[in-house]
């Protein structure tokens, strides 16, 4: 698993970005928060599985830190 913070969200279309500890962003949809919420707080520490899709990498089951 990869760690990092929450750098962008957009709640009413779900979509965000989170940048890892390395300083590459991942990009991702609400139901990739493991907890099974649909919002995060942007600043949040959290760790993350990163996965290829369609040509680019995403970040998965985020879990807050």
């Known amino acids: 698993m990869r760690t990092g913070s929450v750098t962008a969200f957009d709640e009413p279309v779900g979509l965000g970005?989170?940048?890892?500890?390395?300083?590459?962003a991942f990009d991702f949809h609400c139901v990739?928060?493991?907890?099974?919420?649909?919002?995060?707080?942007?600043?949040r520490r959290v760790r993350f599985v990163a996965v290829a899709r369609l040509g680019r990498w995403e970040a998965h089951d985020l879990e807050r830190c």
């Open 17 to 24: 970005v989170v940048t890892a500890d390395d300083g590459v």
């Open 32 to 43: 990739s928060i493991a907890d099974g919420s649909r919002t995060i707080d942007v600043g």
